[in-house]
């Protein structure tokens, strides 16, 4: 059985105070022993929410990371840094980094080993855009990605990895892909993961982000390959996140 998670990506929202606050109102959730929860805040705001939610068991990430630990590179934040800040995830090739500041699978490959290298665990994003899926490409861009973005890993270090499957056209637009159209994506990213590195991608946790909302989780995550959420808008209020990290399956 996967242990699924449920992860917030806030995005570039939320002030230190804010961030602050809502770790606060998370601190008091029941503690769930069937599902992992994560926070990923902006770069400002990762040390105060990591020291509030110490001992509570939910993680904390980065949104982004620049794979090298130091240097003469104005305006990153390294894996070193992260890491001491108490970040534990970070999410790699999220496709807002992508499609704005033009990273490439080559880039995310990197970060996604220099996170590795920090002891942190990367969230590797893959998906679509709406063009790509019009032209019936979603199976081959998501391939290239996720040949791509792993090609620094090797097989001792796949199974720490997680893969979010992010269909561009789902991203903060209200559309989300059908529980169905998400699960055969996800089918397919394991047996792209079984081909590159064996029966390990049995255990390799697939999380579905594209407007993720209270409405739609327990749809979603009655899906076999469908091993949790990345969730942004809906992430953001702590009530709508809440019921997300509620997800029926398992209760
Ligand atoms: C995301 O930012 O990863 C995301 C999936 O956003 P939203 O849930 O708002 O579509």
């Not at 199974?159 to 159209?181: D, H, L, S």
Request: charged letters at 25%.
């Amino acid at each position: 059985m996967i242990k699924p998670i449920i992860a917030g990506n806030w995005k570039m929202y939320k002030t230190p105070k804010e961030a602050e606050d809502f770790a606060l109102k998370l601190k008091k959730l029941p503690v769930y022993g069937d599902r992992d929860i994560l926070v990923c805040p902006p770069f400002t705001a990762i040390s105060c929410v990591s020291r509030i939610l110490a001992d509570t068991g939910i993680y904390v990430g980065a949104q982004n990371v620049f794979p090298a630990k130091e240097g003469a590179f104005t305006g990153e934040v390294s894996p070193l840094m992260l890491k001491d800040a108490g970040a534990q995830f970070v999410i790699c090739g999220h496709s807002e980094r992508r499609q704005i500041f033009k990273e490439t699978d080559d880039f995310v490959s990197e970060k996604v080993k220099a996170v590795i290298e920090y002891d942190m665990i990367p969230i590797l994003c893959v998906g679509e855009t709406l063009q790509e899926n019009e032209n019936g490409e979603t199976f081959s861009v998501v391939r290239r990605q996720l040949e791509q973005g792993l090609k620094n890993v090797s097989s001792d270090m796949i199974k720490n990895i997680v893969i979010a499957y992010e269909p561009v056209w789902a991203i903060g637009t209200g559309k989300n892909a059908t529980p169905q159209q998400a699960n055969e994506v996800h089918t397919f990213i394991r047996s792209v993961i079984q081909k590159m590195y064996g029966d390990v991608a049995s255990s390799i946790r697939i999380l579905y982000g594209g407007s993720v909302k209270p409405d739609n989780i327990d749809s979603l995550m009655a899906e076999r390959e469908i091993n949790g959420v990345l969730v942004g808008g809906a992430s953001l209020i702590f009530e709508s996140f809440t019921r997300i990290v509620d997800f029926n399956k398992l209760m």
